[in-house]
């Protein structure tokens, strides 16, 4: 099975910054477009940002745009979700999410997810 293992996630107070990982097992790494969600309680599943199989170009929602920023090791099958300048409601768990043949833009183009890494943000 396809499996993607996000870590890095845990208690950051508002400003702080927190660096979430997505490592990739069993899939052709470079094929795949990278993206990142988050679901706080009671919530919707939230597209967060996503970048190319390449790593060339990254997307972000407007909530984060500035503060967040996404890369990809592909000789390492990684990808990295930065977070600066963490506001109370960036609360959320964080998945990581893989698609391929296109962009990944929203959860309904996602074909694997991570199982999540709980981030915390105190006011």
């Known amino acids: 099975q396809v499996q993607l293992v996000e870590s890095g996630g845990g208690l950051v107070q508002a400003g702080g910054s927190l660096r979430l990982s997505c490592e990739v097992r069993?899939?052709?790494?470079?094929?795949?477009?990278i993206g990142w969600f988050r679901q706080a309680p009671g919530k919707e599943r939230e597209y967060v940002g996503s970048?190319?199989?390449?790593?060339?170009?990254?997307y972000y929602a407007d909530s984060v745009k500035g503060r967040f920023a996404i890369s990809r090791d592909n000789t390492r099958n990684a990808c990295y979700l930065q977070m600066n300048s963490l506001k109370p409601e960036d609360t959320a768990v964080y998945y990581c999410?893989?698609?391929?043949?296109?962009?990944?833009?929203?959860?309904?183009?996602?074909?694997?997810w991570g199982r999540g890494t709980r981030v915390t943000v105190s006011s």
């Open positions: 999410a893989a698609t391929s043949g296109r962009r990944l833009v929203d959860a309904d183009t996602v074909n694997f």
């Open positions: 970048i190319t199989e390449t790593g060339s170009t990254a």
């Open positions: 069993r899939l052709t790494f470079s094929l795949y477009s």
